[in-house]
């Protein structure tokens, strides 16, 4: 019998990120990224609802951050500089371990965290929140 290790989503989600950086997501199933670190499709299932999930777990955290730096831009900003102060709030959500798969081609986070997407969703947000868009 297996010995219990803590970590169990955290496993799954670093195992699922290196196999869909080297082989595709969709050459991937939730059977292989569990057995992939001894744990059992079920296991895989209680912790992600699909593939999506494991590959966007901390989307809205990652637009909060964009969201963030708009915010904390300064209110006589030019919109360049807007920019700038997002991608810097961005930047912090990539610390070093993140970064590879950040930049693996085919992995699926381009239709996840598309400039369309992240267009429509900053002013929004942050009228939402009460800031102007700019």
């Known amino acids: ?15 699922a990120l290196e196999l869909f950086a080297t082989r595709g997501f969709e050459q991937v199933t939730a059977a292989e990224i569990a057995q992939s670190v001894g744990l059992t499709e079920r ?9 999506r999930e ?13 969201v963030d730096g708009v915010n904390a831009a300064p209110p006589d900003a030019s919109p360049l500089e807007v920019i700038a102060c997002a991608l810097h709030g961005a930047a912090s959500f990539f610390p070093d371990e993140r970064r590879p798969y950040s930049r693996a081609p085919g992995n699926g986070a381009e ?5 369309s ?3 429509g969703y900053l002013p929004a947000e942050t009228a939402r929140q009460g800031a102007s868009a700019r």
């Open 1 to 15: 019998m297996v010995r219990w290790e803590p970590g169990a989503r955290g496993r799954l989600q670093a195992a």
């Open 111 to 115: 239709s996840v965290l598309s400039p």
């Open 43 to 51: 296991t895989f299932f209680r912790h992600f609802s699909d593939k």
């Open 117 to 119: 997407r992240l267009t």
């Open 54 to 66: 494991v590959l966007c777990y901390g989307q809205q955290q990652f637009l909060q951050a964009f």
